[in-house]
């Protein structure tokens, strides 16, 4: 099984990381592929260019991956990511492995708005993480109607039922939750604060080095 991991990662923080990592080790995947994407069909255009953004990913990741692995397909394909391109590209190179996408809840209760979302189910397995002790999706008081009812008819009990096939299910996955924004993040190195121990130092490095997010001059660099 392969895990798939999209975001903006603008930056990439300690939430993103952690969140990939104990998805991977909690499934037994065989690999986490974290896909940064060049341009969000719902959202403006990220504050950092897609090279440095890919930079940053790469370097936090580093050579010690723990099973996390960057592909940067979104990248070269350019324009607007839709994630059912990503998919249909994915399944057409790994042939029947299992596919597991990663979406926090807030995401899959707004899944109904992606393009051409219906066939993301069909691609893919999605495993929808979210805090210890949280509700079962169904009974969000704000769910829509189509994706309640794509939630009883898809959920899965344990990993196994993902092993068997190659998509089609929907697995809960509790995480630690880590209270970091990259909204936050950018707007505190704008006001000249400093980001440390919410990003990887390596990242904070960079941000410094290459001037991103209206980063303020005169930041103690300690």
Not at 180 to 205: C, Q, Y
Request: hydrophobic share 45%; charged share 25%; glycine share 6%.
């Amino acid at each position: 099984m392969i895990g798939i991991y999209g975001g903006t990662f603008d930056p990439v923080h300690f939430g993103h990381l952690r969140a990939a990592l104990e998805v991977y080790q909690g499934l037994g995947l065989r690999e986490m592929r974290l896909l940064p994407c060049f341009q969000p069909p719902h959202r403006a255009s990220p504050a950092a260019d897609a090279r440095a953004r890919l930079t940053m990913l790469r370097s936090a990741v580093g050579t010690d991956t723990h099973g996390l692995v960057v592909d940067n397909r979104e990248m070269r394909r350019e324009g607007v990511s839709y994630m059912v391109d990503t998919l249909a590209s994915l399944r057409e190179e790994l042939g029947d492995e299992s596919l597991c996408l990663v979406l926090g809840a807030d995401a899959f209760l707004q899944l109904h708005r992606w393009h051409r979302w219906e066939e993301i189910i069909a691609l893919a397995h999605l495993v929808v993480t979210h805090r210890p002790g949280w509700t079962r999706v169904a009974d969000a008081p704000d769910i829509d109607p189509v994706l309640a009812r794509l939630w009883r008819d898809c959920h899965a009990d344990d990993v196994a039922e993902l092993a068997a096939v190659p998509a089609g299910r929907i697995l809960p996955f509790a995480i630690t939750p880590l209270d970091i924004s990259a909204t936050r993040i950018r707007a505190m190195v704008a006001k000249g604060e400093s980001p440390r121990f919410l990003v990887p130092d390596v990242v904070w490095n960079l941000i410094r080095l290459q001037g991103l997010y209206d980063i303020k001059r005169n930041l103690d660099e300690d």
